[in-house]
C-alpha cells in the first residue's frame, strides 16, 4: 500500500500465507478481485496479472514455434518417400527451425521429445500401410517378390534420409535431452521401423516364402518371360532380364540381409534406451504426484483459513472492543501455531495429527 502497509486485498492475504507455508503455488485464481468486481488496484495483483500476459504471450509463441516445426518435419518425411523421390523437396531454413527447436527443448524437452516421436511414427505407419497393402494382393511370382523386398528397402532408405534431414535441426534436443537415454533421431527412426514394420508377425511369416520366390527368380533366368523391363514398382532398382537380373539378384539378397542383421542389432540397443525412458517417466510421475499433493493440501488449508476469518468476523461483530482485540490477538497466535505445526492445547508440544504432521514435512 501507499503507507508501506500490507495490501489487504484476499488475493494478496492469501499470497502472505501461502509464503509462510514455503510455497509460491497458485492457489489463489480468481481471488484478485474487488468488492465491486473490478480487478484489485495494489502493485502486487497489477505484477501478477502482467506476469500472467507475458505467460500467455510466451505460450502463444511456442504454439506457433511448434506448429511450424511440425509442418516443417512433416514435409521432409513425405516428399522422402519412394513415390515422391524424384520430386524437388522443398527447401526449409534449418537455422531458423534449429533456433525453434532449442527454444522448445529450453521449455520442456520430454515434452518435444515425444511430439516429435508422433510424427515419425504417424510416417511409420503410413509406410506400413503402403508396404502390407502390396503384400496382402499377393505374391505369385518370382518378379513380384523381387519387387516387394526392394520396395521394403527403398522404404527403410527414405526413412532414414528423412531423419538425417530432420536430425539436422535437433541438435540441441539430442545433445542435452536425447544422449541421457543413449537416443540419436537416427536410431529411434530405425526402432520405429523395426517395432512396427519389421517385427510385424505377417511379414515375418512371409519372408521365407518371398525369399524362396526371389531364389527361384535365378532359375527362371532374371524374368525374362514376366517383366522383361524389369521395373520395380517400388523404386528398388531396374532391371532389364537377362544377365542384369542375375547380376541384380545378389545385390539385392545383400542388402536385405544386412538390413535383418541391422534389426537384431537395433532392437538390442533399444532395450537398454527403454529401460532408460520408463526410469526417466517414473521419476517425472513421482515428482508431479508430491507437487499434486501439496498443492491439495495448501487449497484445503486456504479453505480453512477462510472458514476461520468469517467465524472471526461474527464474534467480533457481537463482542465490545476489549474482547474484540482479546479475540483478534487469540485467533493470530493460534493460527501461528497451526502453520508451524504446534499443538495450541500445549503450546509447547508439536501436534502429532496427520495434518500437522504433513505440515511439518512440507516445510522441510
Not at 24 to 47: I, S
Not at 125 to 148: C, D, H, N, Y
Not at 306 to 331: G, H, P, R, V, Y
Amino acid at each position: 500500500m501507499p503507507d508501506g502497509a500490507p495490501c489487504t486485498c484476499d488475493a494478496c492475504k492469501q499470497r502472505r500465507y501461502v509464503t509462510q507455508r514455503g510455497s509460491t503455488a497458485a492457489v489463489w485464481e480468481g481471488l484478485c478481485t474487488m468488492p465491486d468486481g473490478a480487478p484489485c488496484t495494489c502493485d502486487a495483483c497489477k505484477q501478477r496479472r502482467q506476469v500472467e500476459a507475458q505467460q500467455e504471450a510466451e505460450g502463444r509463441a511456442l504454439q506457433q514455434c511448434w506448429a511450424e516445426v511440425r509442418q516443417a518435419v512433416r514435409c521432409v518425411y513425405r516428399e522422402t518417400t519412394v513415390e515422391k523421390q524424384r520430386i524437388s523437396s522443398t527447401k526449409s531454413d534449418t537455422p531458423k527451425l534449429a533456433e525453434m527447436v532449442t527454444r522448445l527443448a529450453s521449455r520442456d524437452p520430454h515434452q518435444l521429445y515425444q511430439r516429435l516421436e508422433s510424427q515419425a511414427r504417424e510416417f511409420v505407419i503410413e509406410m506400413k500401410v503402403r508396404l502390407f497393402k502390396k503384400l496382402s494382393v499377393g505374391l505369385k511370382t518370382p518378379q513380384q517378390a523381387r519387387q516387394f523386398i526392394a520396395y521394403l528397402l527403398d522404404e527403410f532408405d527414405s526413412l532414414c534420409s528423412a531423419s538425417t534431414q530432420v536430425a539436422a535441426v535437433l541438435n540441441e534436443l539430442e545433445k542435452n535431452h536425447l544422449q541421457s537415454f543413449n537416443l540419436t533421431w537416427d536410431r529411434l527412426n530405425r526402432h520405429l521401423f523395426q517395432s512396427i514394420i519389421y517385427s510385424d508377425p505377417l511379414l515375418q511369416n512371409s519372408l521365407p516364402m518371398i525369399i524362396r520366390q526371389m531364389s527361384r527368380y535365378v532359375g527362371s533366368g532374371g524374368g525374362q518371360s514376366s517383366g522383361s523391363s524389369g521395373q520395380s514398382n517400388g523404386g528398388g532398382g531396374q532391371s532389364n532380364g537377362g544377365g542384369e537380373g542375375l547380376t541384380y539378384y545378389p545385390t539385392l539378397v545383400h542388402r536385405y540381409l544386412k538390413l535383418d542383421e541391422e534389426m537384431m542389432l537395433v532392437c538390442k540397443v533399444w532395450n537398454y534406451s527403454q529401460k532408460l525412458l520408463e526410469q526417466f517417466m517414473q521419476e517425472e510421475v513421482g515428482t508431479e504426484s508430491v507437487m499434486r499433493v501439496k498443492q491439495k493440501m495448501l487449497k484445503e488449508d486456504w479453505e480453512f483459513f477462510k472458514t476461520q476469518q468469517k467465524l472471526l468476523k461474527k464474534l467480533i461483530k457481537n463482542s465490545d472492543a476489549a474482547s474484540q482485540k482479546q479475540i483478534e490477538n487469540t485467533f493470530r497466535e493460534t493460527m501461528q501455531e497451526i502453520l508451524s505445526g504446534t499443538n495450541p492445547a500445549t503450546s509447547a508440544e508439536p501436534c502429532h495429527c496427520v495434518k500437522c504432521q504433513n505440515t511439518r514435512s512440507g516445510l522441510q
